[in-house]
């Protein structure tokens, strides 16, 4: 795939907690694009297990590991709302092209986001195929009926999933640079679990 200088993908994660398909899904980001930037985010569709505060943590822990140049925690992103995310992304880097990056779990959400014409006048649509969670045409079409420019990334993320982790404290999803850190927080009962 292509890409040129001024491409950034975003990637705004719930990250609770990070698992291997949040690292396998960045590190493939970063063989596609240029720049990858990424921070942990509230999804109002969604119960967290922690704070915005520790995911956020957790999820730089995470982004060290990697330790990538072209890779950046930009935490100041982070919003409930896409549209403010892109408001912010485009002031900060005004002469960009912005692909907002969701994993296909979450395609058929698109549509019922706030200002959804908005966000794909700000920036493209990069759909992660996730294992376990296939892409639906019906969906696709809808997006691209409303304007969206859809563009699905050549990526197979894992089927890791962090609602997985919450349900069944599975630790096997999750990289094991993060244990420490949610053990010491006794973080998602992972500690009744040892």
Not at 76 to 86: D, G, K
Not at 112 to 141: C, D, M, N, Y
């Amino acid at each position: 795939m292509s890409s040129t200088q001024s491409e950034i993908a975003l990637l705004g994660t719930s990250a609770d907690p990070p698992t291997y398909g949040h690292q396998a899904l960045l590190e493939g980001l970063l063989k596609l694009f240029p720049k990858v930037a990424t921070w942990a985010s509230d999804n109002p569709m969604k119960l967290h297990g922690a704070s915005l505060r520790k995911r956020k943590t957790l999820l730089k822990v995470l982004v060290n590991t990697i330790a990538h140049p072209h890779l950046e925690l930009v935490q100041e992103l982070s919003s409930p709302r896409t549209i403010t995310t892109l408001q912010r992304a485009s002031f900060r880097w005004p002469t960009a092209n912005l692909i907002f990056v969701i994993g296909s779990d979450l395609t058929g959400q698109i549509p019922t986001w706030t200002a959804a014409k908005s966000v794909f006048k700000k920036a493209r649509i990069g759909i992660a195929p996730r294992q376990g969670w296939p892409i639906e045409k019906a969906h696709l079409e809808t997006l691209e009926s409303l304007g969206a420019q859809v563009q699905i990334l050549p990526l197979a993320i894992p089927a890791s999933s962090s609602s997985k982790v919450r349900a069944n404290a599975d630790i096997a999803q999750i990289p094991p640079v993060l244990l420490p850190l949610l053990l010491e927080e006794n973080l998602y009962e992972l500690n009744s679990n040892q």
